[in-house]
């Protein structure tokens, strides 16, 4: 036994008793806590978190998460949106107009969710992009679309291939007046840019097209005003594009959508697969959507039919649950990998459908597609010319819209033709053209007429109807290439040289991202940069043989990096061949594809 005097074995002895306390009070002076515990008086004890650091015999707190994802694995664009919501940020918005100072990188990104794109380097301004629903228009918005151009943009405003319109040219000083205005028009620009669900497209002949199946403008609306009240549908991994196709005249270009539903007739009453209890579920005659999935053209891929069959009732629903399944578990670490198609090839359809049911109060159906009559192929150039409508004695007249830009002139010009020859309202189309819509027959040549006078166009074989190309290096920072002004330059070019008697179309795109879906043209180009004699120039690779819809295929790539200034004469060359070689009625597309890439290659090369 020891002696008052000895210390126990183990035991720290007077000295080192003292010495541990002088070492622990003056590392809690300093703020300074790396072991377990804290001391207070001659103790060890376990961290208080109001007076020392972390235990570290805790069990570690589990990192915050995003939709799943650990903040730390977030991209920077979901960092921002963690940081400051898009739609949160208008004080930023009214504070940058009320100091005309353009944003950084993160605000431009939030302002995005208000319409508003700061463009540089390509402008130094801003872009706003509208949401038009279905892109109808009132004579009276189109008249105020044209004042908003010319009071605060730049004096124009472009169609764009969601069927709405933007405007360029804004100075950050005029950021709250311009959204307030698009207000006051009965239009917004909510979440037409970043992580959104954009402009909701319907078939642009709806309601007056003899052959639709469905009138799909009520379903676009519909979803577009379901959108605007549910705050977290702002709030996806990547854009999200959804069209409603009726089967009209006009294709939609649904099939390049993350979500079309396409019309289709279900003739006699059919056994479907209900997808709640996997029983079989009877189908009525009727008209239905079918719901095709995953369309992303600048990746090669159409959307694919699901089996899914749902009444045009059910759609908006449908929509919802499918966005939302999206923004539950879509990728938000890499935005390559962030959009719809790539969280279905990880899951497969089936597992995909099965989350959508499972937000359903109703239940979804497979129907086989030889069970449906699908839509009627719809009219190549359609969105040109005059047609009949449906509506006795009335006619709709497609208006070749070059490139999509409109001056504010053309604008009210339009506006006024639509208002004094027909009801008041026009259609804009995935096709960067428009339609006026309720002509009477005693009108329509008044109306030609006034077009041409105007400085457009309402010829179906004439080819600059047939462009379709994206902002360009005029106005965005990513393209290789000034599309528009190439689009306009080769239009011109071939009108001059050569007469095509089947309908063309020609895609300018400036870079891979495929704004102008450059894929589905019968001539796509997409631009680059190549060295000529050791100087970087705008050039392009060329594709053929593309096509939506029922001549739906991916244009093949033929020729890489050609220099701008040969390829008005290679396509020369190209349609030329066509046209000496081609089979009787055969289409360019067709043409194209029915020759291997070499065997073109030698043809348009000649």
Same mark, same amino acid.
């Given at each position: ?34 072991? +377990? ?49 898009? @739609? ?14 353009? *944003? ?63 405007? =360029? ?51 676009? %609306? ?30 939609? +270009? ?10 289709? =007739? ?76 790539? @969280? ?18 109703? *239940? ?16 190549? %150039? ?6 009949? /409508?449906?509506? *006795? ?92 002004? %190439? ?62 819809? %029922?001549? /739906? ?49 030698? @043809?348009?090369?000649?």
């Amino acid at each position: 036994m020891s002696s008052p005097t000895e210390t126990a074995p183990g035991a720290f002895d007077p000295i080192q008793r003292e010495y541990l306390a002088g070492l622990f009070a003056g590392i809690a002076q300093r703020g300074i806590h790396p072991y +377990v515990g804290t001391m207070e008086g001659t103790g060890l004890l376990t961290s208080d978190p109001a007076v020392g650091g972390p235990n570290r015999a805790a069990p570690a707190q589990e990192e915050e998460k995003v939709h799943g994802t650990p903040v730390s694995e977030l991209n920077r664009q979901e960092l921002w949106k963690h940081e400051l919501a898009g @739609l949160d940020s208008w004080d930023r918005l009214v504070q940058h107009a009320q100091e005309d100072r353009f *944003p950084g990188d993160a605000d431009n990104f939030r302002f995005r969710y208000h319409g508003l794109f700061h463009v540089a380097p390509a402008q130094d301004s801003f872009m706003m992009r509208a949401r038009i629903p279905a892109g109808e228009l009132t004579s009276a918005q189109m008249r105020g679309m044209a004042d908003l151009a010319e009071e605060l943009g730049d004096g124009k405003a472009a169609v764009t291939t969601r069927s709405n319109l933007q405007v =360029r040219g804004i100075a950050p000083r005029h950021l709250v007046e311009v959204v307030t205005r698009l207000v006051r028009l009965g239009l917004t620009a909510k979440g037409s840019g970043a992580d959104n669900i954009r402009n909701i497209t319907a078939s642009p002949t709806a309601g007056f097209d003899p052959q639709e199946l469905l009138d799909t403008r009520p379903f676009a %609306h519909a979803l577009h005003h379901y959108i605007l009240n549910s705050r977290d549908l702002f709030d996806l991994p990547r854009k999200f594009n959804v069209a409603f196709e009726g089967g009209g005249a006009v294709d939609t +270009v649904a099939d390049t959508n993350d979500i079309g539903f396409m019309a289709c =007739r279900v003739p006699a009453t059919a056994s479907g697969l209900s997808l709640r209890d996997g029983a079989a579920a009877p189908v009525e005659p009727g008209v239905y959507f079918r719901v095709e999935l995953c369309g992303i053209t600048g990746h090669r891929q159409f959307a694919s039919d699901t089996g899914l069959l749902v009444r045009p009732s059910e759609a908006v629903a449908v929509a919802a649950a499918m966005i939302r399944v999206f923004s539950a578990n879509g990728d938000r670490t890499d935005r390559k990998k962030a959009r719809l198609k790539y @969280l279905v090839d990880r899951w497969g359809v089936d597992r995909f459908l099965s989350e959508t049911q499972a937000r359903l109060a109703f *239940p979804l159906v497979r129907l086989p597609m030889d069970s449906c009559i699908p839509r009627p192929p719809s009219i190549k %150039h359609g969105h040109i010319g005059v047609y009949r /409508q449906r509506q *006795p004695g009335r006619n709709y007249v497609g208006v070749v819209v070059p490139v999509g830009i409109l001056t504010a002139r053309q604008m009210r010009r339009l506006a006024d033709i639509a208002e004094a020859h027909g009801s008041g309202t026009l259609r804009l189309t995935p096709w960067q053209n428009l339609i006026i819509p309720d002509v009477t027959d005693a009108f329509v040549e008044s109306v030609r007429r006034q077009l041409v006078r105007a400085g457009l166009h309402h010829e179906a074989d004439h080819v600059l109807g047939g462009l379709v190309a994206c902002t360009g290096s005029r106005g965005c920072k990513y393209a290789g290439t000034d599309t528009k002004g %190439h689009a306009v330059e080769l239009g011109g070019f071939l009108q001059r040289r050569l007469r095509l008697d089947q309908p063309l179309n020609i895609h300018f795109t400036g870079c891979p991202n495929s704004c102008a879906q450059h894929y589905i043209g019968d001539i796509g180009l997409q631009g680059v940069r190549t060295q000529v004699a050791g100087e970087s120039v705008e050039a392009y690779h060329i594709v053929f043989g593309g096509g939506v819809g %029922h001549d /739906q295929s991916v244009a093949r790539q033929v020729f890489t990096n050609i220099p701008w200034t040969q390829v008005p004469d290679l396509l020369e060359r190209a349609l030329r061949a066509y046209l000496r070689i081609r089979e009787p009625g055969e289409s360019f597309a067709v043409f194209t594809r029915r020759h291997d890439v070499k065997r073109l290659q030698e @043809l348009f090369s000649a």
